[in-house]
Nanobody, 122 residues
Framework: QLTESGGGSVQAGGSLRLSCAAS????????MTWFRQVPGKEREKVAS???????VYADSVTGRFVISKDNQGMTLYLQMNDLQPEDTAMYYC??????????????????RGQGTQVTVSS
């Protein structure tokens, strides 16, 4: 089970750090991923730790967001800097065992959170 927290409302240029607490240990080779979704649009993969913690970012957040995991493998983070109004969305975390690739879609992950809202005003 995954539980997100840390969402909120900020002005453009501000920062937030999202957390995703896991009820089980995610060590070894795993896909741990942040998605986001705006009403009426498809859920977008934002950032992922793949295999042995290799970070992968969407072009839209590269250079602004940083994904990380604590050493205990129980909490996933997303540090979001220089937030912009287009970053406004519900943010979800997901985890899946890495078997040479990570699922593309949120529905392909075995463990999924309920989401935390991020709102960025101009």
């Amino acid at each position: 089970q995954l539980t997100e927290s840390g969402g909120g409302s900020v002005q453009a240029g501000g920062s937030l750090r999202l957390s995703c607490a896991a009820s089980e240990y995610f060590g070894g080779r795993f896909c741990m991923t942040w998605f986001r979704q705006v009403p009426g649009k498809e859920r977008e993969k934002v950032a992922s730790l793949e295999g042995l913690n290799r970070p992968v970012y969407a072009d839209s957040v590269t250079g602004r967001f940083v994904i990380s995991k604590d050493n205990q493998g129980m909490t996933l983070y997303l540090q979001m800097n220089d937030l912009q109004p287009e970053d406004t969305a519900m943010y979800y975390c997901a985890a899946e065992e890495y078997l040479g690739y990570c699922p593309r879609e949120f529905g392909g992950f075995t463990s999924r959170g309920q989401g935390t809202q991020v709102t960025v005003s101009s």
